[in-house]
């Protein structure tokens, strides 16, 4: 466990209070970093690229942070049947044809591969730096009782049986998030020595 002592300040702006608890647990377990959870609504530009997206929200809303290191993140669900749709529109896609939607496109199809991608924008020292975690899996046949977002209809790969939501506290330590912050984490610890 990180010496509190030492914490140095990070701001992670995100308007999901999900994403915020789920990267603030993994901080805890590997980082010096203090996570600060900044509040705000993210403006993001329409692509197909996750990261170009990213990048555009940390430079809108970085632009009154000075001397503080402040990351965002983006995600989306890519599936292989719907050539990779929701994708970027995942946000769009939850809000309007929503899980039921989603289950409806896949009904008797067969082929359910889909994949999960966060990728985080961080701005330390006035340069932006990418981070980007995949993970592989299904899309499951129903609609489970529990999880945020599309956590309910996704299996991982590397559980095969129950979805993210099921998965509970676990999913938090196998997921795109997960592997996207180990990566940003790696790169900060190089601060927190000296
Ligand atoms: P955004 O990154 O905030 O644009 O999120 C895109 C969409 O994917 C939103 O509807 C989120 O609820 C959803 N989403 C993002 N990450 C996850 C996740 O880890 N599990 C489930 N849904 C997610």
Redesign the pocket.
Known sequence: MPDSTRTLKIFFATN?IH?YNEVNAIFKQHTFFQLKFLKTPLV?IQSSNLEEIAIFSLKKCSRIIKNTPIFV?????FIKHLNGFPGPY??YI?KTIGLKGIIALMKEIEDREAY?Q?SIALKIENKINIFTGQVRGQIAQDISDT?????PI?IPESDGIHT?GELGIKKNFI???FLATLKLIKFLNKYSAD
């Open positions: 999901n994403k993001e993140e983006d995600s989306g669900l995942s946000a939850f999960f966060s999880g945020w977002g599309y956590d996704f993210f997921s795109h998030r």
